[in-house]
T-cell receptor, first 112, second 111 residues
Framework: EAQVTQNPRYLITVTGKKLTVTCSQN?????MSWYRQDPGLGLRQIYY???????DKGDVPEGYKVSRKEKRNFPLILESPSPNQTSLYFC???????????FGPGTRLTVT | EDKVVQSPLSLVVHEGDTVTLNCSYE??????LLWYKQEKKAPTFLFML????IEKKSGRLSSILDKKELFSILNITATQTGDSAVYLC???????????FGTGTSLTVIP
């Protein structure tokens, strides 16, 4: 089954404790992206990647890091999480070009 | 500043009604506009529009894009309770291949 998977699905952590949210897709898509969704603000793009070893900042990259060492994986790293990073995070992927994005199930992150 | 604005923010209708959701945008180097449906989980794809004036249709849902006036509408006819969801509009810019989402329209369909 073609899908985007994210882990963990739910995470509660404390300020400053480094964490990684994994994202993997099995559709051989070149493009992968991370979004955060907050009430009243909609989905905002954090980082995206057009291919292996190519990453670019989206609208809200501060406090986040990503890497794209393999085509199928695009982890999101929070080196020192803060409470304002409490949010619902979605990973997405698609083929390059005018094609739809496929979204993962989401990761609900709470930073206390 | 690139932005996507959706209206109304929320809508409550009765089953069988027809609704029109609006999406206006100001995005540099427009490439495409996409509509998604979100029901308490990940967004699911509805339509992608790249050319102006062409209507995309799937069952009771249809959408049209006006690239001159920079807006799109999503129509849902004969609404059902299963249409209750947040509808998201997104615009892709060819400058950096970024996506810009609106805040969504929350649709509630009452039996």
């Amino acid at each position: 089954e073609a899908q985007v998977t994210q882990n963990p699905r739910y995470l509660i952590t404390v300020t400053g404790k480094k964490l990684t949210v994994t994202c993997s897709q099995n559709m051989n898509h070149e493009y992968m992206s991370w979004y955060r969704q907050d009430p009243g603000l909609g989905l905002r793009q954090i980082y995206y990647s057009m291919n292996v070893e190519v990453t670019d900042k989206g609208d809200v990259p501060e406090g986040y890091k990503v890497s794209r060492k393999e085509k199928r994986n695009f982890p999101l790293i929070l080196e020192s999480p803060s409470p304002n990073q409490t949010s619902l995070y979605f990973c997405a992927s698609r083929r390059l070009g005018p094609y739809e994005q496929y979204f993962g199930p989401g990761t609900r992150l709470t930073v206390t | 500043e690139d932005k996507v604005v959706q209206s109304p923010l929320s809508l409550v209708v009765h089953e069988g009604d027809t609704v029109t959701l609006n999406c206006s945008y100001e995005v540099t180097n427009f490439r495409s506009l996409l509509w998604y449906k979100q029901e308490k989980k990940a967004p699911t794809f509805l339509f992608m529009l790249t050319s102006s004036g062409i209507e995309k249709k799937s069952g009771r849902l249809s959408s049209i894009l006006d690239k001159k006036e920079l807006f799109s509408i999503l129509n849902i006819t004969a609404t059902q309770t299963g249409d209750s969801a947040v509808y998201l509009c997104a615009v892709e810019s060819s400058t950096g291949n970024q996506f810009y989402f609106g805040t969504g329209t929350s649709l509630t369909v009452i039996p």
